[in-house]
Structure formats: C-alpha cells, structure tokens
C-alpha cells in the first residue's frame, strides 16, 4: 500500500522566493496533518484539515504561511516570501481521523532557505 | 499549550544494556502515543496507551502509561543497534490532534 507521498524530497532556494510542498494523503484518510521539524524546536503542529477542512492553524507561524486542501487527495503548503529562518523538515501526515488513530507520516521534505 | 517534556534528551549505551526513557506533562492525557524517528524518514508509530496504569509490550520494548495519564516511560531491554532513532511520545487531548514531546535520541553502541 503506497503510504503518504511528499513531493520535493529536498529544496534549496533563495529568501524571498516562493515555495510550495506538497502531499497526497493516504487513501481513505480523512484528516491531514502538516509538521515542520527543527533542532531548536522539534515536531509542531502547523496546520491540520478535516475532510478538507482547515480545524487548526494555530500552528502557523504568520501570514507567509499558507496551506490549502481542494480535494481528499492531495494539499499544499506554501510559503510566500520565504526567509533563512524557515528552514526546516516539513513534514506531512495523514489519520483516519478519529482519537487515538495513528498518524501516518510522508518522509518529508527537506526546505533550505539561502 | 500542552508541553510535553522527554528526558533524557539524548542517550548513548552499549548493545545489551537496558535504558528507560520518560515523557512528562502536567496536563492529563486522553490517550498517549509513541513514535520512533529513522534520520531521512518521518516517524512512525509503536504503539498506544489509553487507560491509567496501562503497560503495553511489543517484544523488547514495554511502554507504561501513569495512573494519573500525566505521564509515560518507554524501557528497552537488551538494546540493539536497530533500536537507534529519534523516540517521541505525543499525547493527545481529546481529539485528532497530537502534541509531540521534545524527543530523546537515542544510539546504541554495538
């Protein structure tokens, strides 16, 4: 069974310039999640939709972020302009949704801002 | 905000020692989960903890939930090198959403 796919695996960029990550959630999954992971800070919560629907982006760290979810297949997360300091792993999960149900995670993409 | 604090934060042993790792909060937990990190992949569960006092083992690995679902330990017996990685509990407070620990690393020495 394919499990969550993340699309790039690696970027490296310039500040200032847009970048967009993307995730298709396992089949059936009706919650996803999106996480940034650093050193300093390690997992948090950014943002997470229930069919489709945003629930809580408390997690997200200002304007510059941004995260949609059009269909139950795939969602983006964009950040626009992007600066050094948001560097980090980003990573995407996705849960059938109810308590206690796991949370399946993609591999990540690893975001470099220069 | 819930914080979850792990400790220790890192740990280094040799092949065949025991180790327990530990997960604090001071809110009450619905339900607890661990997770354990490979580097270049995203963590991926090992198990969950529901009910106070409960001890779950999955074969060299038993996880405790406290009586009071405040708190949780994770005890490996007779360590391997495959149980290198980034371990993480994440409590969750009554609904989809999981706030993660701190996360201890931990490299077993062969």
């Known amino acids: 069974d394919a499990g969550v796919i993340q699309s790039p695996r690696h970027e490296v960029t310039e500040m200032g310039q847009e970048v967009t990550l993307r995730c298709k959630p396992i089949?059936?999954?009706?919650?996803l999640f999106w996480y940034r992971q650093t050193m300093m800070r390690g997992l948090e919560l950014l943002i997470y939709f229930n069919n489709n629907v945003p629930i809580d982006d408390s997690g997200m760290p200002e304007d510059r972020f941004s995260a949609k979810m059009p269909n139950a297949s795939f969602s983006t997360l964009k950040i626009q302009p992007s600066e050094p300091r948001d560097s980090a792993v980003y990573f995407c999960a996705s849960s059938l949704g109810s308590r206690n149900q796991p949370q399946h995670f993609g591999d990540g993409t690893r975001l470099s801002i220069l | 905000t819930q914080l979850l604090e792990q400790s220790p934060q890192f740990l280094s042993i040799q092949e065949g020692e025991n180790l327990t790792v530990y997960c604090n909060s001071s809110?009450?937990?619905?339900?607890l989960q661990w997770y354990r990190q490979e580097p270049g992949e995203g963590p991926v569960l090992l198990v969950t903890v529901v009910t106070g006092g409960e001890v779950k083992k999955l074969k060299r690995l038993t996880f405790q939930f406290g009586d009071a679902r405040k708190d949780s330990s994770l005890h490996i017996t007779a360590a391997q090198p495959g149980d290198t990685g980034l371990y993480l509990c994440?409590?969750?407070?009554?609904?989809?959403?999981?706030?993660f620990g701190t996360g201890t690393r931990l490299t077993i020495i062969p």
């Open positions: 089949s059936g999954h009706n919650s």
């Open positions: 994440a409590g969750n407070f009554g609904n989809e959403k999981l706030t």
């Open positions: 809110s009450v937990f619905s339900s």
